[in-house]
């Protein structure tokens, strides 16, 4: 089976959900559930060793996509957050983190030498991601804080405006150039990163934003979990122009299983076929190169397409990719091994 190591997950927040309602998330994970994508069952049958896994502050459910007849939608933009609600609720999903790894369920992973270790041991290697800084201040003590917890990745922003930066609203079709960049608060931020090691990831800021980063950043850019704007053009994908940069950068681009970000149509249609997949991968292999491309699968966040229905149906995609002519070196190199470069690179190791 090929290990798979995935840039992107919001398992935390789905358990951080069900544990406001009364269940228990250690047990959720570790025994498995039929909810969601991600627990320990499923990861293990489809060959998920570990991935990204983020703390995100919701802002409640997103109106509906209201399509007109063509199937175009503009969803405004969510309301910024307050900061003290926020990092209440960063608390309790890192908290759940942290059971996880006490309990066994999970090991949290700070370099790449704990994720080749916790793989070894058959663990899931759970790397501390914040999606959104609503719960850092703009003195940056909170980062301080998470660094110290274990937090080595960070989007300034989601689809919503922060202290840091602003967030791209949820469009169809729509360039990613819908309004400004960082702010002063988002260069100290991107400077703090770049000197402690934490990874920056692009998903969800704008196109102003992510080449502010683009200039000011000494890592390889980092855009988790989005797709390729010229087949998809939704407004959380990435033009040519923003992948060339990415390539220049020797970054990555984590391949987006949400099917609103993988089909010509941009429906939000389950029965997506794997095909659409694949076409975005060779389209972002021919633009950023295959040390470029991996998987950010947005599991528990996201409509992902039937086939793979789950983390456990992750073999299929890797079934997908080899009938697509990928070879063995190649399909390493997406399903994990660009990963873990690129985060040792964040994080100011050695390659090896
Ligand atoms: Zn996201």
């Not at 991601?129 to 960070?154: N, T, V």
């Not at 991996?294 to 992750?314: H, K, N, V, Y």
Request: aromatic share 6%; hydrophobic share 45%.
């Amino acid at each position: 089976m090929q290990p798979v190591f995935d840039g992107h997950n919001d398992v935390l927040f789905r358990l951080w959900q069900n544990a406001a309602k009364g269940a228990d998330p250690v047990a959720e994970f570790m025994e498995g559930t039929h909810q969601g994508h991600i627990d320990m069952p499923r990861a293990r049958k489809g060959g998920l060793t570990g991935g990204l896994c983020a703390i995100y502050i919701t802002s409640g459910d997103l109106p509906d996509e209201t399509r007109d007849a063509n199937g175009h939608y503009a969803i405004p933009l969510s309301e910024p957050l307050e900061r003290a609600p926020s990092l209440d609720i960063a608390l309790e999903m890192a908290a759940i983190a942290f059971r996880l790894d006490r309990a066994g369920g999970w090991k949290i992973c700070r370099t790449g030498a704990e994720i080749e270790a916790a793989e070894a041991e058959g663990k899931f290697a759970a790397v501390l991601h914040m999606e959104g800084c609503e719960p850092i201040d703009a003195d940056l003590a909170a980062l301080e804080m998470f660094y110290a917890a274990g937090l080595r990745s960070l989007g300034p922003v989601w689809s919503r405006n922060t202290i840091f930066g602003h967030g791209v609203p949820f469009a169809f079709p729509s360039s990613p150039d819908t309004g400004p960049g960082l702010t002063d608060a988002g260069n100290r931020l991107v400077r703090e990163c770049n000197r402690i090691g934490i990874a920056i990831d692009l998903a969800h800021i704008t196109e102003k934003g992510f080449w502010d980063v683009a200039k000011l950043s000494d890592q390889p850019l980092i855009v988790s979990h989005s797709n390729a704007h010229v087949l998809t053009p939704i407004s959380r994908n990435l033009t040519d122009k923003q992948l060339a940069a990415v390539r220049e950068s020797n970054g990555l681009v984590g391949l987006n299983f949400a099917v609103t970000m993988l089909r010509a149509d941009g429906a939000k249609r389950a029965d997506t076929p794997m095909s659409d997949m694949i076409r975005h991968i060779d389209y972002l292999v021919g633009h950023v190169g295959i040390d470029g491309v991996a998987l950010g699968s947005d599991f528990d966040g996201a409509t992902i397409p039937a086939e793979i229905s789950d983390a456990a149906g992750l073999q299929k995609l890797v079934a997908a990719l080899r009938e697509a002519g990928y070879g063995a070196d190649d399909v390493k190199k997406i399903c994990r091994d660009n990963w873990l470069r690129v985060l040792r690179s964040a994080w100011h190791e050695a390659a090896v």
